[in-house]
């Protein structure tokens, strides 16, 4: 999969750009401000057909215009594909796959997938346990749609079980139902559980090997699974998962009720990262816990390329700088195949990119 060429008008601080991309690695540098992460969001776009930071779509719109415009040349599956998003500041967003109207974004599925790394994701490994699941939720979803049916569904029922827990002393009428959303909650936890095992399984294969070369050989990673207490196997099949989850349940019952809290499922579960057998969330340094993130996320376009036989599109947002020079060498030339975007804020790191393209943004324009 790549994005071979973009025109935008009206996006965000560009009023109008194109440009064509190397099939290998792009760097996108300018200082701050000037409209790197716009570009890597506008090359993104048609992956899911929604940016991951703007709320709505009348965000990427330039502030004094009324109207804005995304158009991409994407290879992938071994054609051509032209898109493009009309974006209105009144109306719906008007979308064309090869000049042919979409009536929705999931008519894109599959087209352009991207692995987005971004500030933010340097903290995947130090922050709290809701940052790796979002990581484990966002990365499963995009191959396995019957994973996020079962997602959006476990939080429904959550917010339900939720308002009874919360509400049962005024309404004890309201306990009567709760053992039913407790069945549900278990039956959709276990699809959960089941494919995050997996999905931990195959993150095993690529993760340490990558972060492995990445330190330089120095450190070895390893990955285990944290989820509810009673499962002696997650990798077991959901009907095996259920009656260690109805357990859990059992056990957790009365707490649940005096803490007006869901104390027992899946909306718990973490994974714990090491490296060279310490946990790298308690004693890594800064650069380690970057390093150890990234090596995850390039983990995640391996596993994608193993599934769909194409790498995704890899967009790395201003994270050379948190590296040291070996660590940043290897984001610039060591990873192979597929296209990458990377974007960055100083030129003299470039001096060690072998091969690729460069562009210069400065002001929403390509200098
Ligand atoms: P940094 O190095 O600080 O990350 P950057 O080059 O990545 O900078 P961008 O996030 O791309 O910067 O933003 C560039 C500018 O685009 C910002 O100053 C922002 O105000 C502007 N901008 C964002 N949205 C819009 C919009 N809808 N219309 C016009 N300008 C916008
Ligand atoms: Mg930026």
């Known amino acids: 999969m790549r994005v071979d060429a973009l025109q935008l008008e009206g996006f965000r601080n560009y009023e109008g750009l194109y440009a064509e991309f190397h099939p290998g690695i792009n760097v996108i540098f300018g200082e701050n401000a000037q409209g790197k992460t716009n570009l890597l969001e506008a090359v993104g776009y048609f992956s899911g057909a929604k940016s991951p930071r703007a709320r709505s779509d009348r965000e990427l719109i330039s502030f004094d215009r009324e109207t804005g415009s995304i158009k991409a040349k994407v290879w992938?599956?071994?054609?051509?594909?032209?898109?493009?998003?009309?974006l209105n500041r009144?109306?719906?967003?008007?979308?064309?796959?090869?000049?042919v109207?979409?009536?929705n974004a999931a008519e894109l599925s599959g087209i352009l997938n991207t692995v987005l790394f971004s500030p933010e994701d340097l903290y995947l490994i130090r922050e709290g346990a809701a940052v790796r699941r979002r990581f484990l939720d966002t990365s499963i979803s995009q191959l396995r749609p019957r994973y996020a049916r079962a997602l959006s569904e476990y939080h429904r029922l959550y917010e339900h079980k939720l308002r009874i827990l919360k509400d049962w002393k005024e309404k004890p009428d309201l306990l009567e139902t709760l053992e039913d959303f407790n069945l549900r909650l278990a039956q959709t936890g276990a699809i959960l559980i089941h494919y995050r095992a997996h999905y931990i399984r195959k993150l095993r294969e690529y993760a340490p090997d990558i972060h492995w070369r990445f330190s330089g050989g120095r450190e070895r990673m390893e990955l285990s699974y944290q989820t509810v207490k009673e499962i002696p196997d997650p990798e077991a099949s959901p009907a095996e998962l259920l009656p260690c989850l109805l357990a859990q349940q059992a056990r957790l019952r009365a707490a649940e009720l005096e803490a007006h809290a869901c104390l027992a499922g899946a909306h718990k579960d973490d994974f714990l990262v090491t490296l060279n057998g310490i946990s790298t969330k308690t004693y890594g340094s800064q650069g380690q816990t970057r390093t150890a993130a990234l090596s995850l996320k390039l983990a995640e376009r391996e596993i994608s390329f193993h599934d769909s036989g194409e790498y995704p599109v890899l967009l790395l947002d201003d994270v050379l700088s948190e590296l040291d020079p070996r660590r940043q060498e290897f984001v610039l030339n060591c990873i192979q195949g597929g296209q990458v975007f990377i974007t960055c804020c100083e030129d003299e790191r470039l001096q060690s990119l072998k091969e690729g393209k460069v562009f210069h943004i400065q002001a929403g324009k390509m200098i």
Do not use: W
């Open 76 to 86: 992938s599956q071994e054609r051509e594909f032209l898109l493009e998003s009309r």
């Open 90 to 99: 009144t109306g719906r967003r008007q979308m064309t796959k090869n000049g």
């Open 101 to 103: 109207k979409l009536k």
